[in-house]
């Protein structure tokens, strides 16, 4: 069984920075999976922020492009979400995900509030 746990969210003035983390473990659970950072606004649907797979394979929502970056530490078993130049819009509870088989598995999400 895999759980996703994230952290590193909270308050933080338009301009500013974050850095998520979402630690994972579970005895089956390669950290080099594929992994992903969604986020969800209240009264939005849930849209995916970064994905990672492999070594290289890197995407981007065009609304974050250019401020934030997805990386993971394999030895913590980290993903990570280097949030800069933050905007109100960005407000919304962040959640990292993985797919293991054919399911989903969601950590519990991080509230992210910009203030302008």
């Known amino acids: 069984q895999v759980h996703l746990v994230e952290s590193g969210g909270g308050l933080a003035q338009s301009g500013g920075s974050l850095r998520l983390s979402c630690a994972a473990s579970?005895?089956?659970?390669?950290?080099?999976?594929?992994m992903a950072w969604y986020r969800q606004a209240p009264g939005k649907q849930r849209e995916l922020v970064a994905s990672?797979?492999?070594?290289?394979?890197?995407n981007y929502a065009d609304s974050v492009k250019g401020r934030f970056t997805i990386s993971r530490d394999y030895v913590k078993r980290t993903l990570y979400l280097q949030m800069n130049s933050l905007k109100a819009e960005d407000t919304a509870v962040y959640y990292c995900s993985t797919r293991v088989g054919s399911s989903v598995v969601w950590g519990q999400g991080t509230q992210v509030t910009v203030s302008s």
């Open positions: 990672i797979a492999g070594g290289a394979n890197i």
């Open positions: 579970g005895t089956h659970f390669a950290i080099s999976s594929p």
